[in-house]
T-cell receptor, first 115, second 114 residues
C-alpha cells in the first residue's frame, strides 16, 4: 500500500535554532501534502496544505514565516520550524493523498522537543 | 467553517462490551467521512471510510459506522470490544473537491479493561 515516510522521527533542538522535517511519498506521487500538529492528548490540527510547485496554504492562526513549507517535488515536502521556542514542542505529522478525495496516508510523525 | 465533534472524550469499557462512539459534523454539502485509530505510540491508521452508497460501512477489525445524513452523524460501532482495541479514535471529514484536506474531531480515548 501507499507509504508516507517522515524524517526525523524525533528531534531535540535548542531554542532559537531551526529544524527541518521531511515528508516523502515512497511509492506514489502526491501533488498535495498536508501538515498537522498534535499536542498531547489532543486531536490533529491542520497547519497547512502543501502544493507541489506553488506556495503552501496556511490555516488561520498558523504563522507562515515561522513554519516554512516547501514542496519542491511530487514526492517530497519539507516543514522548517524557524527560530524554535519551547512552545513549538509538539508532534508534527504529514500526510498525502494519491488522488484528491482518497483517504490520506500518514507519516509516523516527528516528535519535536525544544529546550 | 467545517467542524467535527466527538461527544465522548474518554470511554472505559470491559472486554466483550459493545461500543458506540459518536461523531457529528457541520457542513451541508457533500462530504467524505473517515474513522482513524491511533494505538499508543503508533501513527494513525484508517479504520473505515464513507464516500457514497450504502450508509452502513464496514471496516477493519470488526468496526462499522453508519452515515445518517439527516443527523450529520457518522457513529462508530463494534459489537464486542477487545483489550487490543484500547486506542485513540478520531473521526474526520473532507469536503468534496477540497483535495483531501481532513478536518479531525477532538478524538475519543477508548480504554478496554481485560
Amino acid at each position: 500500500g501507499a507509504v508516507v515516510s517522515q524524517h526525523p522521527s524525533r528531534v531535540i533542538c535548542k531554542s532559537g535554532t531551526s529544524v527541518k522535517i521531511e515528508c516523502r511519498s515512497l511509492d506514489f506521487q502526491a501533488t498535495t501534502m498536508f501538515w498537522y500538529r498534535q499536542f498531547p492528548k489532543q486531536s490533529l490540527m491542520l497547519m497547512a496544505t502543501s502544493n507541489e510547485g506553488s506556495k503552501a496554504t496556511y490555516e488561520q492562526g498558523v504563522e507562515k514565516d515561522k513554519f516554512l513549507i516547501n514542496h519542491a517535488s511530487l514526492t517530497l515536502s519539507t516543514l522548517t520550524v524557524t527560530s524554535a521556542h519551547p512552545e513549538d514542542s509538539s508532534f508534527y505529522i504529514c500526510s498525502a493523498s494519491i488522488q484528491g478525495n482518497s483517504p490520506l496516508h500518514f507519516g509516523n510523525g516527528t516528535r519535536l522537543t525544544v529546550t | 467553517a467545517q467542524s467535527v465533534s466527538q461527544h465522548n472524550h474518554h470511554v472505559i469499557l470491559s472486554e466483550a462490551a459493545s461500543l458506540e462512539l459518536g461523531c457529528n459534523y457541520s457542513y451541508g454539502g457533500t462530504v467524505n467521512l473517515f474513522w482513524y485509530v491511533q494505538y499508543p505510540g503508533q501513527h494513525l491508521q484508517l479504520l473505515l471510510k464513507y464516500f457514497s452508497g450504502d450508509p452502513l460501512v464496514k471496516g477493519i477489525k470488526g468496526f462499522e459506522a453508519e452515515f445518517i445524513k439527516s443527523k450529520f452523524s457518522f457513529n462508530l460501532r463494534k459489537p464486542s470490544v477487545q483489550w487490543s482495541d484500547t486506542a485513540e479514535y478520531f473521526c474526520a471529514v473532507t469536503v468534496y473537491n477540497q483535495g483531501g484536506k481532513l478536518i479531525f474531531g477532538q478524538g475519543t480515548e477508548l480504554s478496554v479493561k481485560p
